[in-house]
């Protein structure tokens, strides 16, 4: 099979790449990161930077302006981002399942109508999946989207969505037959921009991934052209699936992160703090939790890159991905919580990092499918790959 990308994880461009980022994240994002947190604002010049660097058309073909990174590649950059501010990640990677959606399945008008100023940020958004009773469950949707000649009319409410307040356009899965059996076939993707009918209602209050804004996006009557439908008609939620696949490896890169920044932050505060004539991190009860930390992140690492091979190929990588979202996402849950723990009463100040970390993780075992549901999913394939 073909690769899926124009700029391999080894390349010199990559390197280049990444050291772009590191220079950001050092002079632009770490001095900034706890205020901008704390005030949970739109981190507007941050997002202008992103532009510039051209994270929104991170995986996007160059054909249409992006940088076709691969997704091994990516998925080092969202980590990167995510040991320093992992809110940063959601603001472009929503948007980029969003493009992935139309590059992958859209038409080619619809392609070169959208990609070019998706890969600029020029148009932002993100991936309208989840409704107030359906979201791991999919096929339990009800939005609506009736054909009216050469316009779909769209009608219900789709519920925390990332960029849905700054964003102006949003790939929506709809249903446009309730009546199909089985319930999938009824379901299509429509790429919806802002407009009449079309609006966010309200910004959703979270515990933690402060900065990007998650919201409630409401079609009163909204008129989507047919020639927006992403792909055929009744194939939206195998779509979606597809979508999810790169999904999870982002979400499984941002454990990574969350887990390394816990992990570095534990590291430096037990060789700070003493106690008892020396630094905790001598003390064997911390480095039994330094340890296990460590070995978490290791492993985690590995399991989002054997996945982000896997899709790189070409190949189908649902179990794959699905390990490693599953098991990165853990790992950042503990490590954030053994941070804090390391921290003492410190962890739980607002003045330290870890607070930040033990507030973002938990978020990573729900999004993208729970890690309850990985575990089935995995099974599942496990079974089906195993048949004799």
């Known amino acids: 099979m073909q690769p899926r990308y124009h700029v391999g994880p080894d390349s010199e461009e990559a390197r280049q790449i990444l050291a772009a980022i590191d220079r950001w994240l050092g002079r632009e994002v770490e001095p900034n990161v706890m205020q901008l947190e704390h005030d949970d604002v739109w981190p507007a010049r ?12 991170a995986t996007i073909s160059p054909k249409y302006g992006g940088l076709g ?3 091994q590649l990516y998925a080092r950059i969202v980590a990167r981002i995510s040991e320093v501010w992992m ?3 959601g603001i472009f990677n929503s948007h980029l399942m969003m493009a992935l959606l139309v590059e992958r399945y859209g038409s080619e008008p619809l392609k070169r109508k959208y990609l070019p100023r998706f890969a600029t940020g020029e148009i932002r958004g993100g991936l309208a999946l989840t409704e107030p009773n359906a979201g791991t469950d999919l096929q339990a949707i009800r939005m ?14 789709k519920t925390w969505i990332s960029n849905g307040i700054q964003g102006s356009c949003f790939a929506v899965l709809v249903k446009t037959d309730p009546a199909a059996e089985p319930r999938h076939k009824g379901m299509t993707m429509l790429l919806c921009e802002k407009g009449p009918g079309f609006s966010a209602s309200r ?5 933690g991934y402060k900065g990007i804004d998650s919201a409630e996006l409401v079609f009163d009557g909204c008129r989507v052209p047919v020639a927006n439908r992403i792909g055929d008609e009744g194939r939206g939620f195998q779509q979606a699936v597809g979508g999810l696949e790169l999904g999870r490896i982002n979400v499984a890169a ?4 969350v887990a390394a920044g816990a992990l570095a932050e534990a590291l430096k505060y037990s060789q700070q703090r003493e106690t008892f004539g020396k630094p905790i991190c001598e003390h064997q009860a911390i480095q039994l939790k330094l340890g296990e930390m460590a070995t978490r992140v290791e492993a985690a690492r590995l399991l989002v890159r054997n996945a982000a091979e896997v899709y790189d190929r070409g190949e189908r990588c649902d179990l794959e991905a699905g390990m490693a979202k599953y098991f990165a996402s853990e790992a950042a849950f503990e490590n954030a919580h053994e941070a804090l723990r390391i921290h003492g009463g410190y962890g739980y100040s607002r003045e330290f990092a870890v607070e930040r970390l033990y507030r973002d993780a938990p978020l990573l075992c729900i999004g993208e499918g729970t890690n309850e549901m990985q575990r089935i999913l995995i099974a599942r394939q496990l079974i089906q790959r195993n048949k004799r």
């Open 69 to 71: 990174l691969s997704a």
């Open 46 to 57: 941050l997002v202008q930077q992103m532009r510039e660097l051209g994270l929104f058309g």
């Open 254 to 257: 941002r454990g990574v992160g």
């Open 87 to 89: 809110s940063l990640t």
């Open 203 to 207: 910004k959703l209050e979270k515990l």
């Open 144 to 157: 609506r989207a009736r054909r009216d000649g050469e316009d779909y009319v769209v009608d219900g409410t």
